[in-house]
């Protein structure tokens, strides 16, 4: 990334076959501070959009596919300039404030350190909302890092999208589009951190619905 960058948008797809891919943010040649892993059955289908805060380093993001060559991604980065990074900013601020807690904006604790029974939570989407934006950042529940598990469910156990985030969390929001076109949707997030360091906060709301396109100044406006 470019020494003056605090952000980047990116956006991951494929031709129609599956996605199974890594996208890592790293500070210097050992300190990792962003993992997102990518496991869904079409990359046309469920593209995935997203937004990521990091401290001026330069950091190098790396994006790497899975072990079999028969499933390769596309891939865009790119790197706002710093007046637009200024408005990406202040519509992560407002897309934040504006979360209805314990509606679209919930506390999740974590567990045991092996990472095992955490919390779980769920959040069913209305029949008209094609797409949800995810917005995880622990400032306002402890400034620590977290780490989830992110299950998106067409119909009762059938996750067609899995997601596995860890991020820096307090100063560094994650925020990203997930699609979740038809009926049926379940977004179900598990807290994989233990419990003494754990609790983060995520929020999940509509994006774009049938009625409405995405909100104005939204982050995937790249111009």
């Known amino acids: 990334m470019p020494s003056w960058a605090t952000r980047v948008q ?3 797809e494929t031709n129609g076959r599956p996605m199974k891919g890594e996208v890592n943010l790293w500070l210097g040649p050992e300190r990792k501070t962003h993992t997102l892993k990518i496991d869904s059955e079409s990359g046309k289908e469920f593209p995935v ?3 990521l805060k990091f401290k001026k380093g330069p950091p190098v993001l ?3 596919t899975g072990d079999l060559p028969n499933y390769p991604m596309k891939v865009g980065v790119h790197v706002p300039s710093p007046e637009r990074a200024a408005e990406l900013e202040a519509h992560t601020e407002s897309v934040w404030a504006d979360c209805i807690e314990e509606d679209e904006k919930k506390l999740i604790q974590g567990a045991n350190t092996d990472g095992k029974y955490g919390k779980k939570v769920n959040w069913v989407i209305p029949e008209n909302v094609d797409s949800v934006q995810l917005l995880g950042w622990s400032r306002d529940s402890g400034s620590k890092s977290f780490k989830v598990e992110v299950e998106l469910l067409q119909g009762p156990n059938n996750v067609k999208q899995f997601y596995f ?5 307090g100063s560094q929001p994650y925020h990203t589009v997930f699609q979740t076109p038809g009926p049926g949707w379940v977004v179900r997030i ?3 951190k233990f419990v003494e360091d754990g609790l983060v906060q995520i929020a999940v709301k509509p994006y774009r619905t049938s009625e409405l396109k995405p909100e104005e100044g939204g982050f995937l406006d790249w111009n």
Request: proline share 0%; net charge positive.
């Open 10 to 12: 990116m956006r991951f």
């Open 49 to 51: 959009q997203a937004l």
């Open 62 to 64: 790396k994006v790497s």
């Open 165 to 169: 985030l860890q991020c820096g969390g």
């Open 190 to 192: 598990k807290n994989k």
